[in-house]
């Protein structure tokens, strides 16, 4: 008999947003550029990596020995290779036993179909939400800067004041100590 057998890998792909350069330049409407941290390869605090990591499932025909029925499963019947007198055991199940190499290696096929839609598809969602969170943080950074900007001017704006204050009053008493040691 030939059962889908099960295997995989960790594929590297080369990322499509920044082209593994790590970092995107940002250009705003108004002209400014800065580049920021590609949000699409970033993994939690390991910062960007210019790469995807994606583990693949790689299912390929496999010579199968039924020793024994371990039980039933949605409606399928599971069988194992391992001896009766075993305590542990993995199972497959009757939807992926086959008489024919063929036929075997013609559900692998489609189950490594459905594995690289759904990787696909992840991926998608990923890049849609990474973009979503670069565009948050170019709007929360831009507001931060406006607002330092204005309490910059605002500071300084006192100290002009400050200066025109002591200015009116004349000298100080800190000041005339100063021209005394002098």
């Not at 029925?69 to 055991?89: I, K, N």
């Not at 979503?132 to 605002?154: F, M, P, Q, T």
Request: hydrophobic share 25%.
């Amino acid at each position: 008999m030939w059962a889908v057998g099960t295997g995989g890998y960790e594929r590297h792909i080369t990322c499509p947003e920044c082209l593994g350069e790590k970092t995107l330049t940002v250009i705003q409407k108004n002209g400014e550029s800065f580049e920021v941290e590609c949000a699409c390869c970033r993994r939690g605090y390991e910062g960007s990596l210019g790469v995807i990591k994606q583990y693949v499932q790689d299912y390929r025909p496999e010579r199968f020995v039924c020793n024994r029925v371990t039980g039933f499963s949605r409606g399928l019947v599971q069988y194992s290779e391992a001896p009766l007198d075993a305590t542990c055991y993995s199972y497959k199940n009757s939807d992926n036993l086959f008489r024919d190499k063929t036929e075997c290696q013609a559900k692998c096929e489609e189950l490594n179909a459905e594995d690289e839609r759904r990787r696909e598809e992840q991926f998608y969602h990923h890049r849609i939400g990474s973009r979503r969170d670069l565009a948050w943080s170019v709007h929360y950074w831009n507001g931060k800067i406006r607002k330092c900007r204005e309490e910059l001017a605002r500071y300084e704006k006192r100290l002009v004041e400050c200066k025109e204050r002591r200015a009116a009053k004349g000298p100080v008493a800190a000041d005339k100590k100063a021209e005394e040691i002098t």
